[in-house]
C-alpha cells in the first residue's frame, strides 16, 4: 500500500491545509488554487509544518 492514500487519510490533510489557510489569512477554494501566489502558498505550507513540529514536541 506504499503511495497509495485512504480517502480518510486525504479528508484529514486537506482539514489540517483548510485550517493552517485561514490561520494565515489566506483564502481556499475547493479543488485547484493555481491562483495564489508563491508567498500565499509558503505561508500555507509553513503554518503546516510549524504545527506538525509542535505537535510533535508536546509528545
Not at 42 to 51: A, H, L, N, P, R
Amino acid at each position: 500500500m506504499k503511495g497509495q492514500f485512504t480517502q480518510k487519510g486525504l479528508d484529514a490533510l486537506n482539514r489540517f491545509k483548510m485550517e493552517s489557510a485561514s490561520e494565515v489569512g489566506v483564502t481556499l477554494k475547493d479543488g485547484y488554487n493555481g491562483d495564489l501566489t508563491s508567498r500565499q502558498a509558503g505561508s500555507i505550507g509553513g503554518q503546516m509544518v510549524k504545527k506538525m513540529i509542535d505537535a510533535y514536541k508536546m509528545q
